[in-house]
């Protein structure tokens, strides 16, 4: 079984740019996440999507951030302008069925530098 | 909103037993107890899931006590690829907004030879 995917896996910015992230998740996972993590911490949750709706993004700067799941199946996320603190891994993940404890399968993440 | 806390890190050598334990006091009814592992410059990995008691499977244990106010990770024998940061999660499976799956910090194990 494939696992989830996502590009680019490193993307070196400045600030004030753009830039943007894409996940396929695993084939029939109904549920997909974003997270970012900043070295030396855990995982922080972004947004969460139930098929191409969103079930929660309270975590999400959604000034700057913006995600969508068109069709209930990729996603992209982006971030328009970057800041400095932008600076961090962002995971994708992705699991069965809805339930916040049921197992998630993590991408390798994309590491944004932003100058 | 159930938080967690552990050990930031912890040594241990090739063969040892490594237990990781994770203080969870504001569990609630419905919250599962989950623990993932993570590699450097990969994504966290599920190890093991459990509600109550003891779970078991082909890597790690994990043992609740009746309170489920903490539990502890097991991992037997270690060797030097087990070397990681591993993660505590308290959660339900429901899957309610405001119910945030949170990871907390992670617990840096160092294996050593």
């Known amino acids: 079984e494939a696992g989830v995917a996502q590009s680019p896996r490193y993307k070196i910015i400045e600030k004030r740019q753009s830039v943007a992230f894409w996940c396929n998740p695993i084939s029939g996972h109904a549920t997909l996440y974003w997270y970012q993590q900043i070295l030396g911490q855990g995982p922080k949750l972004l947004i969460q999507?139930?098929?191409?709706?969103?079930?929660?993004d309270s975590q999400l700067p959604k000034d700057r951030f913006s995600a969508e799941r068109l069709k209930g199946v990729d996603s992209t996320l982006k971030i328009q302008p970057a800041k400095l603190e932008d600076s961090a891994v962002y995971l994708c993940?992705?699991?069965?069925?809805?339930?916040?404890?049921?197992?998630?399968?993590f991408g390798p993440g994309t590491r944004l530098t932003v100058l | 909103l159930a938080k967690t806390t552990q050990p930031i890190s912890m040594d241990s050598y090739e063969g040892q037993e490594v237990n990781i334990t994770c203080s969870h006091n504001n569990i609630a009814t419905n919250d599962y107890i989950t623990w993932y592992q993570q590699f450097p410059s990969q994504g966290p990995r599920f190890i093991i899931q459990g509600y109550k008691t003891k779970v078991t499977n082909e890597v790690a244990s994990l043992f609740i006590p009746a309170d489920r106010k903490s539990s502890t990770l097991s991992l037997p024998r270690v060797s030097l690829s087990d070397t990681a940061v591993y993660y505590c999660?308290?959660?339900?499976?429901?899957?309610?907004?405001?119910?945030?799956?949170?990871f907390g910090g992670g617990t840096r194990v160092l294996v050593k030879p």
């Open positions: 999507f139930q098929n191409n709706g969103v079930v929660d």
């Open positions: 999660l308290v959660g339900d499976m429901v899957g309610a907004a405001g119910n945030k799956l949170t």
């Open positions: 993940a992705s699991s069965l069925v809805p339930g916040r404890s049921d197992t998630q399968y």
